[in-house]
């Protein structure tokens, strides 16, 4: 019965479409409807419905309109126009060199989609193929045009198109994906080109929305898919449904075709308009004037993309692009590792207290021996003489761990003095501020990035949070105290009514800076840190109103601030540092607001991970090494800034996989399938970028493994992050029986923060934080061993944790000489099952883990 009801419905709906009137056509199932009726025009959609909870919801202004770019000769590569800042004069100023070219790439005429003609049509003929397929075709004057309409089998909500351009003449043809819909903007609820911008209001100065996507561009500019995280464009509604574009994957341009890096290839143009300024979420392709748009008479070419209605946010949609279309879940089943976590943090000691491989240099500053490591990047004043230490969380557990005099006696006190004089105390408007990032040795002086300028952000990094994390090591510190309330005296003092903070002020007049752009990052978070360590009220509720002015201003709106000077603050990594000060804040206040929007940060936060394209075997050439595909796979790394202005235009991704624990944190509390695997896809099997000498791992995607190159601090970051995301994992995968405190986060790159300042739990037992290299062998790249001592006792525990999707088996073992000269080893028990071990033969499965007490005898 129930095949011949089917059978009939079939046929009942093929019957009855087939005998309309040819002027009306229907595309439907279940959950989507698409009526066309052909007008004099030719074929417009004039239903598009969408079912949400069993209701028909049609907001989307229907449309069906095609478009059509052509042109007879090659369109200019300058910039087409120039633009202003919301406050008047040129954008961007003429210091910021590093973002010239792309600001020229950005704004010529094909990325601002004014070059060539625009052919607008509605197909003037259809063909019903069957119930699920129309085909629809249209004659130009300078080519025919097809286009193939099919609803998909597995995902009912989603269209698959492919169309064809036939030209008739030679020329530069792009053809842009049809206008399904349009979202009335006063229906608007989000709009976002991954990777470029998202957000939930229209921006009408140009620069504030293509350089910082601080509100919806109101132009209809062609985004390259270079920084596009994720390739689907996407407008959704207030009443709950999701308009999606995705290309078919290999349509896009691959970063590493070959043998050489080919990330600047622009195959296809997304954006988040029409050519008519309409808000419908479009596709170009070929890019005019890019490879394959010019075409002879006769030279057909085509290509596929899907539409997808979803009756669900733009988070929904996102997930369906990542897992369904472009296959992120198998592309993390072929990560590898080739050398296990913890054996990195190994050797990254040993070249940490290696002064020679570390850059360490040591020199006299205001009667004070301060410690650095050297800094050859771009630096406003360096004569290669810059100096700069990173995560000093980092380095303080790593030394309180190993317990090495080489970092408790030759790198900590100067680290310590260089963070001293690195505050300014003199009296006068920037008392209590940073100086500086870097120190030049030839000059004798600390400077920013980019300008003699001080930051409000810097003073929250490099004085809050540093000596945070230094105090949370050594509370009776008493001079670090006093810096940090100093800071906290002065951060206060410069918080506006509102809660909010300049962006800069100028170091030479105390003016304030960049007032076109507002300080959506979380500057408040140093406040935090001020009541966290000197319990003073004051403190908390001035961070509360600092978080509730970026909540309505930057969590709210999708707007947000990067830390980089050198490129003018574009957003970058900061917005995932949100996430977890926002989350603090709520362990804080219990106020679940905070963990509403730390959330959704951690969301948006999403589309600063690369998820394409689809990992593989494909055997390709690095450096004249063979690699297969997946080991230098884009996907599941994240942006150091992405968008017009980002470093991954010329660069790619980076290895600093920062976000990785808090991921891990997010997806506990939110059960997202998506946080864990974006977390566990950036850390593991990325030794493809680690340098096999010093196990550092290089920044830069394109620098592949070239290890720390000329940022040999950044070391201290790989070890915190690392650190930050196998404790997270040991939490999570023990269901919260592994519990270790958590620090503050680290300065600028991004969420990860310190452990190793108090004892952790281990199954109701407390434990210390240890690291003894050569302790526990695994014989396995897979398996991390995490090693802690009880505070009562003789008892180590190793926390073992499987880095591999698939089960791993392997071979336990432990030499407790390395714990304690002349020892033994009396028993090994599961914790979990509480069984004693009689063979160190184990298994675990796929990011599995056990916990086992080792006693001494």
Known sequence: MRYYLTLFSCLFFTLNTLGQSSKVITLGNKNIQIVWQKSAEGYRIQKVAVNKNGKWVNDLTPSGEYTLLFTETKPSVESAETFDKITGGKFPEDAYHYQQLQWKESTTAVSLNTAGKAYHFFPTTAKLIDSRHIQFSHETEVATITADWKLDEKFSNDIQVKQTITPKKKGFFSLASPTLAALPVDKMAWVSVPGYFQGNFMQENFALAYAYGHGIPSRPVIYRERCASTLSPLVSTKSGITLSIIPEPGLARDPWAKDKI????????????????????????????????????????????????????????????????????????????????????????????????????????????????????????????????SDYGAMWMLAHATKDPELTQKVLPPAENFKLVQQMTDEGFFKGAIEGQYYLAKSKKFVEEWGSVVEPIGLTYYVMLDIGNMLLFEPANKELKERLTLGAEKLLSWQKPDGSFAVAYDRKTDEELFKDIKDVRPTFYGLLVAYRVLKDEKYLKAAQKGADWFIKNAVETGAFLGVCGDARYAPDFATGQSAQALLDLFDITKDKRYQSAAITSAKIYVGSIYTHPIPSKKIKIVNGVEREDWEISQAGLSFEHGGIFGSATRHGPIQMASHAGLFIRIYGITGEQIFADLARSAAIGRDAFVDLKTSVASYYWQAMNRGAGPYPHHAWWQVGWITDYLLSEAALRSAGKVSFPRGFVTPKVGPHQTYGFEPGTIYGTKASLVIREGFAETGSASIDPLLAKSESGDAYFVMLLNNNTQPVSFNLSLNSEKLKTGSKIKSIKNLASGKLLTETKLQLPGFGMQVLEVTLQ
């Open 262 to 389: 080919t990330q600047t290839d622009w195959f296809i143009g997304l954006s988040h308009m029409n050519r008519k300024s309409q808000l419908s979420p479009t596709l170009y392709y070929p890019v005019l004037g890019e490879e394959k748009s010019e075409r002879e008479a006769g030279q057909e070419i085509s290509y596929g993309f899907r539409f997808s209605l979803v009756s669900g946010d733009w988070f929904q949609a996102l997930n369906h692009a990542i897992y369904d279309v472009y296959n992120f879940k198998e592309g993390l089943a072929l990560r590898q590792s080739k050398q296990s976590l913890t054996d990195r943090i190994e050797k990254m000691h040993h070249y940490l207290i290696d002064p020679k491989t570390s850059l360490w240099n040591i020199e006299e500053y205001k009667g004070k021996q301060i410690g650095a490591q050297s800094y050859m990047g771009g630096v406003v004043g360096s004569n290669k003489d810059a100096m700069k230490n």
